[in-house]
């Protein structure tokens, strides 16, 4: 990751320059926030297509997993159905059911609210952890920095996947949020590198130095100068931590290895291998179906992602009229999305 | 046995188990009619069975190529390598005792000419025909030498047995331990093989039983000397090869030179092959096919399914839970489960259900019970019985409230069900329990561990229901014995459901008038002491009665076993034949002339 | 510069020690303990309980009440020594199972990143030197199409029309068992055969992403002075496009390609799942379901040290490749 060390200082982010030069009232610091935080940004992401298409697909998410919480849709049950429908057979079973009579279309409404748990606590760990780590090692310095990195090092130096399994089996956690944590157990690490060389040049930034001769303290300033000017670095991170939660997730439910109590997409997915899906033509509706809810929602993190880039890019933005992504975010998903 | 049968078509690989359970079942009650002679295999070198051709001389270069789902480099034909001694290969390499066909009931003698029980001696006779491949003769210093071994390495014979004697050198005898059921000693003598020449074993004899539990014969510089129809030639992680052993006493009924074992790893391999009519394999031994694939395989592709698996799903408890550890629950339970749906469910082709659960194997239990079945409550065996067991919940004081079933100190009927991942059919019917047991008001959630986790939690009782086997597998589960004692001590858990087999326990009688008492295991082990089936069977009534209405288990549903055989090359012989339920089809009936290469 | 070369290095030993204790202590955390399947395999095959503990003794040749820390000793001692134990399913020791299924698994990943890489860095530049066309725009789709694509999804969707619809791959293994010539042209066509199906799931759904990546760089480089400077100076195109931005625009890819192996290897336990590649991710799998535990760990060990290893190389050779890189700094705590 030490790329990034070298990456960041040439494509640096200029937000500090608009928002802290001046010292400022609460309610204008606030509305300031506001204003350039949330709500440009808003209506620059709005404007572009990926982004509302993006949004739209997760809000179609957000309602299958609102269905099935209110138990618009009939829970999955086995012998509910003829056995094996194909996909539109029968309009009662849009996605068709499996060989024991269990509607697919079920299946997959009543998991997605434990995905998008799952994905979520996946998210927050990873981009939580990371910036904790980046920005105290990055400000700090010194023993802090070299113990943190060190910690940081070893957890890149296991392999993803493998120790995800490995913790899987020992911990057999069944609880979304549990899972999606262990699934992104050491994701942050790479992520709290970046982010760490990014606070090198930030703290050297002349505004940052005026506070810390002011005598604000550290936690204030790391609170109130240096991650806000994180922010949309990390908020593309975690779309893309999230995008790797439902991959690993679904991954690990079709090896088997992680326990459920409900049928997952990646259970699904296991059981129509299982049951020959692969061979039998009348059956691969069985493996389609979560194939689609999978890459469906992961669409719409990608999309949502590439759009949030652009919003908060604004060097690219500007030069490039919204058409390109950071050498951060490219590589970043490279590495450890490129797994999954 | 326990080098013997450690390999046995182990549980530990969940893709082979896929092929095993299979997905399958019910039509398959056709071609099961029983019947057959059940020879008792003195047939001698006059082999009688074998078809019209195959004589002695003609012997025609041709390769037969069995599916083997294993890397073969990493099996060995030492039969008494604990973990890794080859199934398949050993059924090819070696003679056997007897063997038992699933068509006709009944043992065959093949390398004994006879089997003398009298009370606590067992005296063995073997035939003067049997050769070793180097075509010294195979005396009872042989088979000494299997026995000093197998008491070394603490094999289940040894159960039975306290000591043996050679007599002479065909004439060999075994003192047991105290009055046993022929039955059962025979059921463990037609599972052990002319396998350990003296020349090549004795060495172990005064080593660690370890030395010879992790022998590979193959990597030896050790001859590899068979007594059966294919003697080893060489092998690689691909292939194993075998040729013709001329020496092998039936060798007359081998008409084709070679055998190879072809290996692959995926079950769906061979569903391929023999669906596109690749003509890779020649057979394929256990391997299940869902019943779509099987209707797309070539019509030279023969589907043998005469041999019960003896095994299947069942549910077991623990009975140190607060709410399986009662009868009343573990009979609604009984009531609620439609057994049939779990079989139309999982796999309507192979499997079917138990017509009453008492932990008799389906197919024996009309044989078994005999007058006494009408007495049995057979649960329902085609429907969900909420009636009855809503019945029998309210007489012990629950209560349903809020949709669930509460104990009468008011807890809820709550709890994980446990089940093996990745054994798909394990899983389908486990979800459909679970569903049902949920309509029901018993509130369950499917728990899912990998194998040896889900094997770990019920040995160490951390479950409170979950599924199992109910039958413990193998030809010994047609005797009630076997499964009854399976379902009480749970020996393959070490015990781990906690069930109070050893305490006098008091159960509604059989003939519907009182109350009766028993001591369950005590009973069952008192079917292992009588001499006879006709005095077992009483016996035998009263411990299914005790499983029927204590339900230590739940006896859900068995299945047939498949083996597929290829007809354009070579000749099977007709169904109906009791050589066609002798384990394994493919393994079994070359060496009786009935699967010969066509000229 | 030296001290950096020697720190690193020692935080190679380091984090290979620290990754052992780990695995060890993880074993430990397993449930039902290192010799649970063997136990009850053999209590399922009707050895008596009271047998069993001594036949795993004999089996394993340990002492699983030995204390922890002697069992600690014992067990770093040995790795130290490539003893990785003996494997619990297979009977054959871990380090000889992975010894053959390793080169396999390499030549999956070294090949299908390659390849990605490859795929990558050709598409990247073309959208970028395009930049803003319909190509563009059609890439751009795709690669994002392509990233929200598990690749087992397309592993499983290969398998079912390629494999098992159409026949033209076979659905499993390496290499065909009928060819005993290792040598032989049919034997390497055959490989080839084998690993197309792994390799293509593997590498289209990670050419997405570095053409994206690739894009951006070569957006960024081209915009920037020296170009300008490169152009005004008159300098072929050509010239311009190998020499100034491809290098610059490649060489922050370069060690995420080191890295991605590492991290590829890891992913592997499901692609040769589904292919039944008898590779380390295929070992490490079979190693879990058998609760065969030497097989796992020893597995995920050689996962691990490679990974290490690679990111290490990476470090060095980037720091020389790029003089820009300041080594381990740690400037003045604030």
Known sequence: MKHTETDAPADGFDWHAESSDVELTRGERFWEFYEHRVYQPMLIAWSDLRTRIGLVVIAFYLLLALIGELGLWRAPSTSQAPRLLGMFENMAYPLGTTSAGVDLTAAIIHSTSDILLMVLAGGVWATGVALLVGVFAGYKGGMIDNILMSVSDFFMAIPGLPLVIILAITFSPENPIFVGVILTINYWAGLGRSLRSQVLTIREDSYVEASRTMGVSTWQIMVKDIIPNLMPYVTVNFVFAARYTIFASVGLYFLGVLPYSTQTWGVTLARAQANGALFVPDAAHWLIAPMIAIVGLALGLILLGQGMDKVFNPRVRTRLAGESETTEEGEDDSITGGTL | MAADNTKYRSLVDRRRFVELVGVSGAAALAGCDSGGDGGDGEDGNESSGDGEDGGASGVIDKTHVSALQTNPTEDTINRHHTQNASEPASRLAFDRYAAYSFESGEFQLEALDDWEFDGKTVTLTFRDDLTWSDGSQVTTEDIDTQFQLQKKTGSAIWGYVESTEVVDDLTYQLNLSGETNPQMVKFQLSNMWVSTPASVFEQFLDQDASEVQTWVWEDSDEDVLVSGPFKYVDRSQQEWNFERNPEFRDADNINFSDWQFDAYQEASVPQQDFTAGGGRFDSSWSAFAPPETVEGYQDHVVEIRSILAKWGYGTVFNHDSDIFGDRAVRQAIAYVINREELVENAGPRTKFPASVPCGIAPKNIDQWLGDQKSNFNDYGVGESDTESATQVLEDAGYSKSGGTWQTPDGEALSAEYLTPAGWSDFTTMTNTIVDRLSDFGIDLTVATAPTSDWQGRIIDSNFDIAAFYWLPGQARSTFPYFPLRHQLAFDAMDGGHNYPAEEEQTIPSMSGDGETTINPLQKVEEIATVPTNEEAMPIVQEAAWHNNVDLPFLSLVSKFEQSWLTNDEWDIVEEGDPDRAVKWPPFWLPRKGKLTAQE | ?334
């Open chain 3, 1 to 334: 510069m030296v001290n950096y070369y020697v720190r690193r290095t020692a935080r190679v030993f380091a984090t290979v020690f620290a990754v052992m204790s780990v695995t060890f202590g993880l074993i430990r955390l397993l449930p039902g303990g290192p010799y649970s399947q063997l136990r009850a395999q053999l209590l399922r095959s009707g050895v008596p309980a009271e047998q069993v503990n001594q036949q795993i003794e004999n089996l394993q040749n340990i002492r699983p009440d030995a204390p922890l820390w002697e069992q600690y000793i014992n067990y770093m001692v040995s790795v130290l020594q490539l003893n990785l134990g003996q494997s619990i399913s297979k009977g054959d020791p871990v380090v000889e199972i992975l010894a053959q299924a390793a080169p396999w698994t390499i030549f999956i990943v070294v090949v299908s990143t390659v390849l990605m890489f490859a795929f990558g860095i050709v598409l990247g530049a073309l959208q970028a030197y395009k930049e803003g066309s319909k190509f563009d725009g059609i890439v751009s789709t795709f690669s994002m199409a392509g990233m929200s694509i598990p690749f087992y999804v397309i592993a499983i969707l290969a398998l079912l029309v390629f494999s098992y619809r159409l026949g033209w791959f076979p659905p499993s293994g390496t290499a065909d068992s009928s060819i005993d010539n290792y040598w032989s042209l049919a034997f390497f066509v055959s490989v080839l055969k084998h690993a197309a199906l792994p390799v293509f799931a593997y590498t289209i759904t990670g050419i997405g992403s570095q053409a994206l990546a690739m894009r951006g760089n070569s957006i960024q480089v081209l915009g920037q002075d020296f170009v300008e400077v490169a152009r005004l100076r008159g300098l072929s195109d050509t010239r311009i496009s190998t020499r100034y931005v491809a290098r610059n625009a490649i060489l922050p890819m370069y060690t995420g390609f080191l890295l991605l192996l590492g991290f590829r290897l890891g992913g592997t336990i499901i692609l040769e799942y589904i292919f039944n590649y008898p590779g380390l991710g295929y070992y490490m799998l079979e190693g879990l379901n058998g609760n065969d535990y030497p097989l796992m760990m020893g597995t995920f060990l050689v996962i691990t040290v490679a990974l290490v290893v690679g990111v290490y190389i990476a470090d060095l050779t980037y720091s020389k490749i790029d003089p820009r890189i300041s080594a381990g700094d740690s400037r003045e705590a604030y």
